[in-house]
C-alpha cells in the first residue's frame, strides 16, 4: 500500500512536471490580460460614439438656426434623448472582459487566484447576454488538491501560479471563444445605426456650412477654415463608425490568442504579440477620435 502512494504521488507529480512545459509565462499572460483590457476599454468608448454623434449634429442643426436668425434650442430634443442606442449587453460583456483581463495580470503578478476564478465566472454569466449557449464556468475553477501539486512541485511560486492561472484560462475559453464570434454579429447593427446618425450628422454639417457661405461678409479665407474644421470633423466621426464595423478583426485575434494561452500552444507568444499590437493602434485610433471629437 506504501508503494502503492509513492508511485501515485510520484505519477502526478512528473504529469504536473511535464504540463508545466507548456505553461504560459508570466510575460505572457500580463501581456494578454494588459491588451484584452485595453481591447475592451477601446471598445467600450467607441459604442459612445453614438451618442457623441447625437449631440454633435443636433448641435450642427441648432447652430444653424441661431446664425440665421431663426429660433433655437441648446440642449437635444426629448425625443433625440429617447432615440439614443442602447448597448447594455455589449457593454457588460466588455466590463467583464475588462475586469477578466485585469484578474489576469494580478493573478499573474500577485499570484491572485481567487479574483480571478470569481472574473471568469462573472465572464461566462455575461456572455449569456449575446446568446451563448455556453453555460457560466463554476467557481472555484482550481481545486485544492490542484493547488498543493503545484506547490509539491518545488518550482517557486511563479510556476505553481502559472500552472493554476492556465487552469482558469483553459476553463474560461470556451466563454472567450463565443464572446469572439458573437460579440462582432451583436455589433454589426449598432455599426449600422452608428453610421446613419453620422451620415445624418454630415448633412447637418453641410447645411451649416452652406448657412455661413451665403452670408458675404465672411471671406474666402474664412470659409476655407470653416470648411476644413468641418471635413475634419466628419471624418473623425467616420472613424467612431469604422472601428465598430472593423472590431471582428480584434476579436478574432482576443480569441486566438486567449486558445493558444489555454492550449500552451508555441504560437502563443507571436499570437498574443499580434493582439496586443492590434489592441494598442485600437485603443490609440478610440483616444484620437475621442480627443479631436471632445467626448
Do not use: W
Not at 500552451?264 to 492590434?278: N, Y
Amino acid at each position: 500500500m506504501q508503494l502503492l502512494r509513492k508511485t501515485l504521488v510520484v505519477t502526478v507529480l512528473s504529469v504536473a512536471a511535464a504540463a508545466c512545459a507548456a505553461l504560459p509565462t508570466t510575460e505572457k499572460v500580463k501581456s494578454f490580460g494588459d491588451a484584452a483590457a485595453s481591447s475592451s476599454s477601446a471598445m467600450k468608448n467607441a459604442l459612445n460614439a453614438d451618442r457623441l454623434v447625437a449631440v454633435r449634429k443636433s448641435t450642427e442643426r441648432e447652430a444653424k438656426a441661431y446664425v440665421t436668425g431663426k429660433a433655437y434650442r441648446l440642449v437635444m430634443t426629448a425625443e433625440e434623448e429617447s432615440n439614443l442606442l442602447k448597448a447594455d449587453d455589449q457593454v457588460a460583456v466588455l466590463s467583464a472582459l475588462d475586469a477578466y483581463a485585469k484578474a489576469l495580470v494580478k493573478a499573474a503578478d500577485k499570484g491572485v487566484i481567487d479574483d480571478l476564478e470569481t472574473a471568469s465566472v462573472n465572464l461566462g454569466t455575461a456572455a449569456a447576454s449575446l446568446g451563448a449557449a455556453a453555460v457560466p464556468t463554476a467557481a472555484p475553477i482550481v481545486g485544492p488538491a490542484f493547488k498543493l501539486t503545484g506547490r509539491l512541485l518545488g518550482l517557486g511560486l511563479g510556476n505553481a501560479y502559472a500552472a493554476e492561472i492556465q487552469s482558469v484560462i483553459r476553463a474560461t475559453d470556451p466563454t472567450v471563444q463565443v464572446i469572439a464570434t458573437n460579440m462582432p454579429k451583436s455589433l454589426d447593427p449598432i455599426a449600422l445605426v452608428i453610421q446613419e446618425e453620422v451620415n445624418r450628422y454630415e448633412f447637418e454639417r453641410q447645411n451649416l456650412l452652406n448657412a455661413i457661405r451665403r452670408d458675404k461678409k465672411v471671406d474666402r479665407l474664412q470659409l476655407y477654415k470653416e470648411y476644413l474644421v468641418a471635413r475634419n470633423d466628419v471624418v473623425v466621426m467616420q472613424q467612431q463608425a469604422i472601428s465598430i464595423r472593423k472590431s471582428s478583426g480584434i476579436f478574432n485575434k482576443l480569441g486566438k490568442a486567449h486558445k493558444a494561452l489555454a492550449d500552451g500552444s508555441p504560437d502563443a507568444a507571436a499570437l498574443v504579440a499580434d493582439f496586443a499590437a492590434a489592441s494598442a493602434e485600437l485603443a490609440e485610433l478610440i483616444k484620437a477620435v475621442r480627443t479631436v471629437s471632445g467626448g
